[in-house]
């Protein structure tokens, strides 16, 4: 490839896996639009730098968090822009909270969410998908984690809508820069309010049981716990709901493999995981360079930045025989699509439930989805593909 490729640009944004396909095959790590990050596309490279943490850092990119027209924003005090030892510490606090006692208390309250709102879907009529369905399961649970209640899951969705948009704001744009501020003075005041409530009086949730972690003694600073209700936010809406609609796209498209998840429902998980390895919500994660380095046969000088193409890497060839190919047979589980190494997302089993209990919901009630007339909307970021608007029609018949 001779000229630098704009990742961003509309027709690549439509579909980018050919042009995924192009890199791998030709410039499989190379300096791309906008910005100039180092895309890195093939699976063994991408592994190569989650796999070394000192040498591809995460704590580098905090300073993306703390541009100049913010003073204080709560990610950039979270464990996903910290490398070990910080992140070691901060992680193996949170690690005690988020166990399997939290999949087990949400479980019966999600399948129950799912269902009901399965029923609340309008037979035969065109909707659209994300608002009707993919993000209410997530909201839901988030707004569980994070103590918001359900009166305020609407504020909740529009904080995630508004602070999702932080990482592509231009420094002209005073007036989306004013609405994240407002946005994000707004969400840590519940927020505060939340965990001081839980000091009080605290209750069997995640909040209460962060209040108590300790490790060696020490326990998660005020600091520690508001970056992590937004790490929270940030990482555990967007995420889930393209998950959602893009299993909901996939039914819709191969009704043969609708029918038989219907007949065989013990196959949802494996449909998951291809499905997060096919069109994963995930496509892009950046690390900062520490040292200059060779990756991939390119040179890379000290201080540059890499995006780990990940949707690529789950792509790739030379590690996926047929990988355009979805195949519910295919051996798994796939865990790139929650990345690897210290910051492998430390939600991916609450995902994978989220997503199996909605599908069983779904598929119980629903034996075909058809495409509205209206075309689907994506999203614009390097970071996360999935539809913003999705008009889908649910059959019974
Ligand atoms: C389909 C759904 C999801 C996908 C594909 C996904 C993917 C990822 C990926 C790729 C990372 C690693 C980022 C990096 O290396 O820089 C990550 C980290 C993380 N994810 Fe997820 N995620 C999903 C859902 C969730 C959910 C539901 C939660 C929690 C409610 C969550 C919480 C987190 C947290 C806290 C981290 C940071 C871990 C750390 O820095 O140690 N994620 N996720």
Known sequence: MSSRVNLLAPKVRMNPYPLYAELRRSAPVSQVDPGGLWAVARYADVLTVMKNPRLFSSEGIRRTYR???????????????????????????????????VMTRLEPRIRELAQQLATTLPAGQTMDFVDAFSIRVPIAVLGDLVGIPPSLHTRLKQWAEVMTQFTSVGPEDTGLQERIRATVAEAREHFEQVLEERRRAPREDLVSDLLRARVDGEALTATDLMGFMFLLLIGGLETTVHLLSASALKLQEDPALMARLRAEPELIPRFIDELLRHSGPVHGVVRLVTDEVELGGARIPRGERLLLLMASANRDEAHFPEPDRFDLDRPGPQNLPFGHGVHFCLGAQLARMEARLALEALLARFSRLTLGEQPARWNISLVMRGPTLLPLAAHRD
């Open 67 to 101: 541009p100049p027209w913010i003073s204080n924003y709560p990610m950039a005090d979270s464990m996903l822009v910290m490398d070990p030892p910080h992140h070691t510490r901060l992680r193996s606090l949170v690690n005690r909270a988020f166990g399997a006692s």
